[in-house]
């Protein structure tokens, strides 16, 4: 028997570990061929669940409840504890008499820490363990510059992983690789009675100890949060699948041209199944090639092999900004780029709670902003003019701004969110420079020309016409009041603050 420990990878199929731990396709890393079955188990560990959030919460158990069904459908089941993994995962082991502990790699700073805590404590009890690369097509070491540093700019890096050969999706184990529902149960039972209570999970608090339960999943009150305002959609890797499927079906033949306008539904939205590990990497890029090939055929206009590629571009972002992470771990908290001086934020409270709120004034900030409190989602343009607005025009630190995407996006994933607050703030690896400041205006009518986005989100706005709301900072008050009674005058002065923001760099320059 093996024990394979689910994290962010939240599927069965195109699981490097879990295939090896399973004994699917035949030999493995380790030589050995005759693996499994595994039994599939996730922890609610008190650690992670410090840093989450209601939404993250509701789209985790989401998720965990279609791999359990993923599971059921095959025979097996999935095991659910809570406690400390270093604690859990021993008492586990034993319950199951299990030889091993497979998982795979998660690359962010607190995770590497608590995974180097669970081997220790395996190894104290003799139980072997596994790591395996699977969240990311090159793991965040293999792709280096000539001289050997991991690269800071991004179109070197996307050059050496575009070249580079990429792996076929990880066999799915079949029933045989899984270990039988009854005997999970069985095992569950045995932690729970050794632990000297019948509890299930359902029953308690987080720190209570080992506790593990076959399929029974808790709800969010039981872990500690709130069922959230914001519908986190769909979850499960059948989800997943349908969504690629449908967006390679066409609109990747227009990403490229299409995928800045807010209000088409140009992009892939596949973000929360990658952040869950709902679709693995391998599957999701060997769909891609299968487009490309149809972009490069006769049925496709000329351009379409660059459409496609601008969104293998995308998957090559969300590596890039990983490797950051894992070789910078301290970009969490810090900014990557020091300025000489450090910035001196303005950070005026009252303005970044109106941001948060979405009533700044400005229609397509407001739009982002609520967007995201609906559908714990927002648009990738609207991430960068939000961004934007946040650290130039209101002058605040883009902690703020990175810690209030964390408790409200679906999709947060600490290196893809810190790599982009950063870039907006002109503190990231290849960043935006400092002096590049979005006009939010120009932007909102660039972008969102008929304000459809900014209206499906800003009740007030609707049946106001399109060009005044792109001109809203220019109205007078009277005009405001008589275009749309119910929303803001904009909070600050869009030209004045670009003033004060170039003045803010300068000094931290050391400029000034
Ligand atoms: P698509 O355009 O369909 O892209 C496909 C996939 O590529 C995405 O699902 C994502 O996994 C990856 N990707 C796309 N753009 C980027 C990017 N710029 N950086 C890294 N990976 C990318 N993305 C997150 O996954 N989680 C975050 O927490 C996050 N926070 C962000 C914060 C800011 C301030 C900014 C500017 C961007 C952030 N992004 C984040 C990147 C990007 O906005 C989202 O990945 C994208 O909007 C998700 O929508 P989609 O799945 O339709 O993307």
Redesign the pocket.
Same mark, same amino acid.
């Given at each position: 028997m093996e024990l394979f420990w689910h994290r962010r990878d939240l599927r069965v199929a195109d699981n490097v570990g879990l295939a090896a731990a399973a004994g699917a396709g035949g030999e493995d890393a380790s030589g050995d061929a005759d693996r499994g079955p595994a039994a599939p188990v996730f922890v609610f560990d008190p650690g992670v669940l410090d840093h989450a959030s209601d939404v993250r919460i509701r789209r985790l158990l989401d998720g965990l409840a279609a791999l359990r069904d993923d599971y059921r459908e095959r025979g097996s089941d999935l095991l659910v504890a809570r406690g400390d993994p270093e604690t859990v995962l021993p008492e586990l082991a034993a319950a199951l008499d299990a030889e091993r502990v497979v998982w795979n790699r998660d690359y962010s700073g607190l995770a590497r820490e608590r995974d180097a805590g669970v081997r220790r404590a395996l190894d104290a009890v003799d139980v072997e363990r596994e790591a395996h690369h699977d969240a990311v097509l090159h793991d965040p070491d293999a792709i280096r510059t000539n001289a050997g540093d991991p690269y800071s700019v991004y179109s070197y890096y996307w050059k050496k992983w575009t070249d580079r050969a990429k792996d076929d999706p990880a066999p799915t184990p079949g029933g045989e690789g899984l270990a039988d529902a009854d005997r999970l149960a069985e095992a569950a039972d045995a932690i729970t009675e050794s632990d000297g209570t019948d509890a299930t999970l359902a029953d308690g608090g987080v720190d209570e100890g080992p506790v593990a339960a076959a399929g029974d999943l808790p709800t969010p009150a039981d872990l500690g949060f709130a069922e959230p305002d914001a519908d986190v959609g769909p979850a499960g890797t059948a989800a997943a699948r349908e969504r690629l499927d449908e @967006?390679l079906d066409e609109a990747v033949f227009a990403y490229e041209a299409e995928?800045d306008y807010p209000a088409e539904e140009a992009?892939?939205?596949?973000?929360a199944f990658?952040?869950y590990g709902e679709i693995g990497v391998r599957e999701a890029y060997a769909a891609t090639e299968e487009a490309m090939v149809e972009a490069e055929s006769d049925l496709r206009p000329e351009d379409a092999p660059e459409q496609v590629e601008e969104?293998q571009q995308?998957?090559a972002?969300?590596e @890039? $900004?990983t490797q950051v992470l894992f070789h910078n771990p301290e970009v969490v908290a810090a900014n990557y780029k020091e300025y000489e001086e450090g910035i001196d934020w303005r950070d005026d409270g009252e303005e970044i709670a109106a941001w948060k709120r979405g009533e700044t004034g400005y229609p397509i900030v407001d739009a982002g902003m609520r967007q995201l409190r609906e559908e714990a $989602? /927002?648009?990738?343009r609207v991430? /960068?003019i939000v961004?934007s607005f946040l650290t130039k025009d209101l002058l605040a630190d883009w902690r703020h &701004?990175y810690d209030h995407?964390r408790g409200h996006?679906a999709?947060?994933?600490t290196a893809?969110?810190n &790599? &982009?607050?950063q870039?907006?703030a002109s503190t990231g690896t290849d960043a935006q420079p400092y002096f590049r400041i979005f006009n939010p205006m120009t932007q909102g009518e660039r972008y969102d020309p008929d304000a459809e986005y900014i209206t499906e989100y800003v009740p007030e706005l609707r049946g106001v016409d399109a060009d005044l709301i792109h001109e809203w900072h220019e109205l007078s008050p009277t005009q405001r009041a008589n275009a749309a009674p119910e929303y803001p005058s904009p909070i600050v002065d869009h030209s004045e603050r670009r003033e004060a923001a170039l003045a803010m760099y300068k000094r931290a320059r050391g400029e000034d």
């Amino acid at each position: 028997m093996e024990l394979f420990w689910h994290r962010r990878d939240l599927r069965v199929a195109d699981n490097v570990g879990l295939a090896a731990a399973a004994g699917a396709g035949g030999e493995d890393a380790s030589g050995d061929a005759d693996r499994g079955p595994a039994a599939p188990v996730f922890v609610f560990d008190p650690g992670v669940l410090d840093h989450a959030s209601d939404v993250r919460i509701r789209r985790l158990l989401d998720g965990l409840a279609a791999l359990r069904d993923d599971y059921r459908e095959r025979g097996s089941d999935l095991l659910v504890a809570r406690g400390d993994p270093e604690t859990v995962l021993p008492e586990l082991a034993a319950a199951l008499d299990a030889e091993r502990v497979v998982w795979n790699r998660d690359y962010s700073g607190l995770a590497r820490e608590r995974d180097a805590g669970v081997r220790r404590a395996l190894d104290a009890v003799d139980v072997e363990r596994e790591a395996h690369h699977d969240a990311v097509l090159h793991d965040p070491d293999a792709i280096r510059t000539n001289a050997g540093d991991p690269y800071s700019v991004y179109s070197y890096y996307w050059k050496k992983w575009t070249d580079r050969a990429k792996d076929d999706p990880a066999p799915t184990p079949g029933g045989e690789g899984l270990a039988d529902a009854d005997r999970l149960a069985e095992a569950a039972d045995a932690i729970t009675e050794s632990d000297g209570t019948d509890a299930t999970l359902a029953d308690g608090g987080v720190d209570e100890g080992p506790v593990a339960a076959a399929g029974d999943l808790p709800t969010p009150a039981d872990l500690g949060f709130a069922e959230p305002d914001a519908d986190v959609g769909p979850a499960g890797t059948a989800a997943a699948r349908e969504r690629l499927d449908e @967006f390679l079906d066409e609109a990747v033949f227009a990403y490229e041209a299409e995928r800045d306008y807010p209000a088409e539904e140009a992009t892939s939205r596949l973000s929360a199944f990658f952040k869950y590990g709902e679709i693995g990497v391998r599957e999701a890029y060997a769909a891609t090639e299968e487009a490309m090939v149809e972009a490069e055929s006769d049925l496709r206009p000329e351009d379409a092999p660059e459409q496609v590629e601008e969104f293998q571009q995308q998957l090559a972002w969300r590596e @890039f $900004y990983t490797q950051v992470l894992f070789h910078n771990p301290e970009v969490v908290a810090a900014n990557y780029k020091e300025y000489e001086e450090g910035i001196d934020w303005r950070d005026d409270g009252e303005e970044i709670a109106a941001w948060k709120r979405g009533e700044t004034g400005y229609p397509i900030v407001d739009a982002g902003m609520r967007q995201l409190r609906e559908e714990a $989602y /927002m648009h990738n343009r609207v991430r /960068m003019i939000v961004a934007s607005f946040l650290t130039k025009d209101l002058l605040a630190d883009w902690r703020h &701004g990175y810690d209030h995407f964390r408790g409200h996006l679906a999709d947060h994933d600490t290196a893809n969110d810190n &790599g &982009g607050w950063q870039w907006a703030a002109s503190t990231g690896t290849d960043a935006q420079p400092y002096f590049r400041i979005f006009n939010p205006m120009t932007q909102g009518e660039r972008y969102d020309p008929d304000a459809e986005y900014i209206t499906e989100y800003v009740p007030e706005l609707r049946g106001v016409d399109a060009d005044l709301i792109h001109e809203w900072h220019e109205l007078s008050p009277t005009q405001r009041a008589n275009a749309a009674p119910e929303y803001p005058s904009p909070i600050v002065d869009h030209s004045e603050r670009r003033e004060a923001a170039l003045a803010m760099y300068k000094r931290a320059r050391g400029e000034d």
